[in-house]
């Protein structure tokens, strides 16, 4: 039996209608952008891997810091104990976070790091001695798939079958493409419920997984002064955001903002190995400590603080100074500008929009949404081509690894180009001719 053969008795693959979806690729190695298939293909992956990926595959420093760190501890818990892995990434992340975020509670995932945020928040208040029952969260929000995190993300495929189980938050519209600034939605409800809301969930500048919308600055702030008026806390759901990618190190520094909590995950380990993270300001931290055990906050993982993920962690973002990575983004950016100003003129693309290292194109089509056709039309198009490119539904993006080059990007693009031309004069993607451009391999 092949790999795939084997794969396909015991395994059940994420976001995956198993009935119908083409057997899955056997990966054997990857190298910098540059995934390579047991078949001898090799795909550039331009959506980092889910983006968890900064500084591409396997990369020499990062392996040699997991060796190093597997050779001495790989995994101790983390109640009554501490190692130095744990605190060297914590300090290193309160030393580049917006000012105030000053502890670090670790977990598993992109989605834990949300459910300890709205655990926290939710009993921050309880332990003030005020019951705070809800929060605040936005249309097209996705922050990530275990229940709290579906409950405060909108509602979608994703989270469409468990909505009798969901708890109600209250949906403030978002800042759509036409009218960025609509914050007196978020105000009026604010205004109403404010003894009510625990806090304010938001996936800064960008939401991602919502159909890659990007927010202007000035919403972001409005909403921290909002939540101050009102004495709401704010959390902020950098999973995607952290790390540079939308050019700046955390999306909250675009507005110049610190929120009261932030989840991070993602990136946070460079793509390498799950750890989340939540990190709290002193204040919130101060209220859970008590003579009174009740008051504890009661919340942890087996791999809270894994030693290899903290350690690949704290390499990467040595990496990340090292390598001038924003500096990077910022390079990344210009290209997907001038690429962007082009593509838009085409019938096909509604809107092309860019934010650091992130490429979307909203592409008109007969049905629109995660489950839209064209998405896997796209997706094994550009798998023919030897490009990742998973879009979500008619939104096409590109979001590489920091480490692409500049023949990458440009070939990449063309690609993009290439397909989306086709599209705007056929019906279908079907039967798109490869003109075969050279490839920069
Ligand atoms: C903003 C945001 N929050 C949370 C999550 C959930 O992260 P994970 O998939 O690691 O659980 C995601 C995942 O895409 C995300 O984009």
Redesign the pocket.
């Known amino acids: 039996m092949n790999l795939v053969e084997r794969d396909r008795k015991v395994l059940w693959h994420p976001y995956t209608q198993e009935k119908t979806a083409p057997p899955p690729i056997p990966i054997t190695r990857g190298e910098g952008v540059w995934l390579f298939a047991e078949d001898g293909r090799k795909f550039l992956d331009g959506i980092s891997s889910?983006?968890v990926n900064i500084h591409g595959h396997s990369h020499p420093f990062l392996n040699a810091a997991l060796a190093k760190q597997a050779n001495e501890l790989e995994h101790t818990m983390f109640a009554g104990f501490t190692h130095k892995p744990a605190v060297e990434l914590a300090e290193k992340l309160v030393a580049i976070l917006p000012k105030g975020l000053t502890r670090v509670f670790y977990s598993d995932?992109?989605?834990?790091?949300?459910e300890v945020a709205l655990k926290m928040a939710y009993q921050f208040w309880l332990n003030c001695g005020s019951e705070r029952r809800t929060f605040v969260a936005f249309e097209n929000a996705?922050?990530?798939?275990?229940f709290g995190?579906m409950a405060a993300s909108d509602e979608s495929s994703f989270t469409k079958p468990f909505q009798n189980l969901l708890f109600k938050v209250l949906r403030a519209q978002s800042p759509d493409n036409c009218e960025r600034k609509k914050t007196k939605a978020v105000e009026e409800i604010l205004e109403k419920n404010h003894r009510e809301i625990a806090a304010v969930i938001i996936?800064p500048m960008l939401q991602?997984?919502g159909g890659m919308i990007i927010w202007e600055a000035e919403f972001l702030k409005k909403i921290r002064e909002l939540c101050n008026n009102f004495n709401v806390l704010l959390i902020a759901?950098e999973?995607?955001?952290g790390f540079g990618r939308t050019g700046k190190m955390f999306a909250c520094e675009h507005a110049d903002i610190s929120p009261d909590i932030i989840?991070l995950?993602?990136a946070l380990t460079a793509g390498y190995l799950?750890l989340?993270a939540t990190v709290a300001t002193e204040e919130i931290y101060q209220a859970f400590l008590s003579d009174d055990r009740r008051k504890t906050f009661f919340h942890g993982h087996s791999y809270t603080a894994n030693p290899l993920a903290c350690a690949v962690g704290a390499a990467s973002l040595e990496l990340f100074k090292r390598e001038n990575c924003l500096e990077k983004v910022a390079f990344i950016n210009q290209k997907f500008n001038r690429f962007a100003a082009k593509i838009s003129e085409l019938n096909c693309v509604g809107e092309a929009r860019t934010i650091g290292g992130v490429s979307a194109i909203e592409l008109v089509s007969e049905n629109s949404g995660y489950l839209a056709d064209i998405g896997q039309q796209l997706y094994q198009e550009f798998l023919a081509r030897d490009i990742l490119l998973r879009p979500l539904g008619n939104i096409l993006y590109f979001m590489p690894p920091y480490i692409i080059s500049e023949s990458e990007i440009d070939w990449v693009l063309g690609e993009i180009e290439d397909v989306i031309k086709t599209l705007s004069t056929k019906k279908h993607i079907k039967n798109i001719p490869n003109t075969s451009r050279p490839r920069p391999y």
């Open positions: 889910w983006w995932n992109g989605s834990t790091a949300v996705y922050h990530g798939d275990t995190a996936e991602g997984a759901d999973v995607l955001t989840c995950s993602k799950p989340g």
